[in-house]
């Protein structure tokens, strides 16, 4: 049974930075393409990121590109989030899924994290 973990998630001012973190347990996590989303209050749950099981591809949205980084640890089965330049609209919960598909759209991530709360002070 696939088990993910995100931590890092608290309260930061605006122009702050994080880093969130997500453990995998239970697959085989080098063969997974490991993706980020965020839900914030009131709305639906959005994309944030997502990187291949090499590392060598990222794809981000585009109201955090250039902010925020995903990376990913294989030795450790850990996926990361950086997030710099915080913003008040990047107030939500964060999770983290997985996914079998090289290039997945959000169908195709299909073991989550039940989330880390980020909020962002103006």
């Known amino acids: 049974q696939v088990h993910l973990v995100e931590s890092g998630g608290e309260l930061v001012q605006a122009g702050g930075s994080l880093r969130l973190s997500c453990v995998a347990s239970?697959?085989?996590?080098?063969?997974?393409?490991l993706g980020w989303f965020r839900q914030a209050l009131g709305k639906e749950q959005e994309f944030v990121a997502h990187?291949?099981?090499?590392?060598?591809?990222?794809a981000y949205a585009d109201s955090v590109k250039g902010r925020f980084t995903i990376s990913r640890d294989n030795d450790k089965n850990t996926v990361y989030l950086q997030m710099n330049s915080l913003k008040p609209e990047d107030t939500a919960i964060y999770y983290c899924a997985t996914s079998i598909v090289m290039n997945p759209s959000f169908r195709h991530f299909t073991s989550w994290g039940q989330g880390t709360q980020v909020i962002v002070s103006s």
């Open positions: 239970g697959l085989t996590f080098s063969a997974h393409t």
């Open positions: 990187i291949s099981w090499s590392g060598a591809t990222t």
